[in-house]
């Protein structure tokens, strides 16, 4: 992911869990980075009686080695009707055919190549869910936009579910059966119809992230996940409770089993055996789990800088493989092998290779040297199940390292230390290669760190635009020298 994205992605999750991050789950520590690592033999602990998930579990079938997630497909629209898209979640509605909405509208894609079929403008959409023919979008604030999607490529106002009061916005929205169930924090997850009748409540303290399956709902009631009969709305009835080693954000619930992402806290899966919820396995991923797709054994996972994709076993979950987004992945849904992600300016189509698994690395972008403190660390994480070679292709001159070359086992993390020199003002990089497809080479940018108010910062570039011209061209800080530049950044969560 471009760094912009990236430093985007940190402020939107900065928006959403607050200022301080809070403890790690139970298993997994915090690194220097902030975020929170499975070390390599362990996993996060459920609160349940089920065997935690190990990490590293034998996946059970006989792997080929290579790229596990082929891109069928991006297409990025910047403007629907004059207005930026930034698409925020996803819907599969047949094996060809998926739906993703946006700030600006709903549009309808074309499984097979990735391609657009049609869009329609409607109030900003931030939430989607689907069912059949039947699409509905959410504003999160005062109402939910029902649409008919049953014959391609007619999107169809069906109708509007407003609601009186928007000082508390709603979240998590799901359908089913022509139910639709709302998150609505204190006030609860509530069942309406699509004629915007009120069919029952579901008590909670914070209701976020919601699922409904025929006479089954699940919310996430901070950090619980509880499992609902909704047979009778109006009365209905708590069958389980669990706790969560984090709010939950996302819900998929196909009747039988939970997947719940989680942010920073990660992924998590449950069975639902005789109305009990049956801990599964739970994975810390990179980034933050925003969105998350059950695809009968398999779970995709949205996380801002990864659409990751997990393999439940009898031991737990496995990491089969990682996709980058073109910007940030932020909704994901999927089926039969196939997902599509919301990647915020565009839409990407996805495809699993069934049972092809590869190294996954995480390795930082930059490191940032200050005076009397010329030792940096890198961390070379391989997230794939199977082992990752790296090494560094180029030493620059005036930079010493630790090892130039590391093995790095599945799950499992290789430290090396960066000397650079006692001054640092300019800007350098360490080249490296890997036998992850997906990331064979790059490098890392080596800078001098903020040196305080007043102090010359080394010259940059980004690209960038100038409302209303959305050409985006090379801003340099040396060329704004004397001028006076406003930044404006744009976050929906």
């Known amino acids: 992911m471009p760094m912009a994205s990236r430093i985007l992605a940190s402020m939107l999750l900065g928006l959403t869990g607050g200022c301080s991050p809070g403890p790690c789950p139970t298993g997994s520590v915090r690194a220097a980075d902030g975020l929170c690592y499975l070390p390599e033999d362990g996993g996060s602990d459920l ?41 925020t979640d996803s819907a599969i509605l047949s094996d060809s055919v998926g739906a993703v909405c946006g700030v600006a509208g709903v549009a309808l894609v074309d499984l097979t190549n990735g391609s657009t079929i049609s869009s329609r403008p409607t109030p900003p959409c931030l939430r989607m869910a689907a069912d059949g023919g039947v699409v509905v979008a959410s504003d999160r604030r005062s109402q939910l936009t029902i649409l008919d999607v049953a014959s391609p490529p007619d999107i169809l106002e069906m109708g509007f579910i407003r609601f009186d009061s928007d000082d508390i916005r709603h979240e998590d929205i799901a359908i089913h059966d022509r139910r639709i169930l709302v998150g609505w924090h204190g006030n609860g997850a509530r069942l309406y119809d699509p ?46 409770r669990v706790a969560l080693p984090g709010e939950g954000r996302d819900i998929e619930f196909d009747g039988e089993r939970v997947a719940v992402a989680m942010g920073g806290a990660g992924v998590g899966v449950w069975d639902v055996q005789d109305d009990t919820l049956v801990a599964r396995g739970s994975m810390i991923v990179p980034g933050a789990g925003l969105a998350v797709a059950l695809d009968v054994d398999e779970v995709w996972v949205g996380s801002w800088q990864h659409t990751v994709l997990l393999r439940l076993t009898d031991d737990g979950l496995v990491t089969m493989g990682h996709e980058s987004p073109r910007f940030s992945a932020m909704g994901i849904s999927a089926e039969g092998g196939t997902a599509l992600v ?42 794939g199940p199977r082992p990752l070679e790296w090494d560094f292709s180029e030493i620059p001159e005036g930079f010493s390292v630790s090892g130039s070359a590391v093995t790095v086992a599945p799950g499992g993390v290789e430290i090396i230390q960066v000397v650079g020199p006692e001054t640092l003002d300019y800007l350098a990089a360490l080249p490296w290669s890997s036998n992850d497809p997906d990331e064979s080479s790059g490098e890392i940018a080596l800078a001098p760190a903020d040196r305080g108010v007043g102090a010359a910062h080394p010259d940059f570039s980004l690209q960038g635009f100038v409302w209303p011209d959305r050409d985006t061209s090379e801003f340099s800080l040396s060329a704004q020298e004397g001028k006076v530049v406003v930044l404006a950044y744009f976050a929906l969560f």
């Open 342 to 383: 919301a990647d915020w300016h565009g839409h990407m189509t996805l495809q699993r290779e069934r049972d092809v698994s590869s190294p996954e690395l995480i390795v930082n972008e930059a490191l940032y040297f200050t005076a009397g403190d010329t030792t940096q660390i890198v961390r070379v994480e391989n997230h």
């Open 47 to 87: 609160g349940t009686d089920a065997e935690p998930d190990t990490g590293d579990s034998d996946t059970s079938v006989d792997l080929v080695d290579g790229d596990p997630i082929r891109v069928v497909g991006f297409e990025g629209e910047h403007e629907l009707g004059g207005r930026l898209l930034e698409w």
């Open 195 to 240: 004629s915007s009748n009120l069919l029952g409540t579901l008590p909670a303290t914070d209701a976020f992230a919601v699922g409904l399956h025929a006479d089954r709902a699940v919310i996430s009631d901070a950090a619980e996940l509880v499992l609902w009969d909704v047979t009778d709305a109006r009365s209905p009835v708590e069958l389980s």
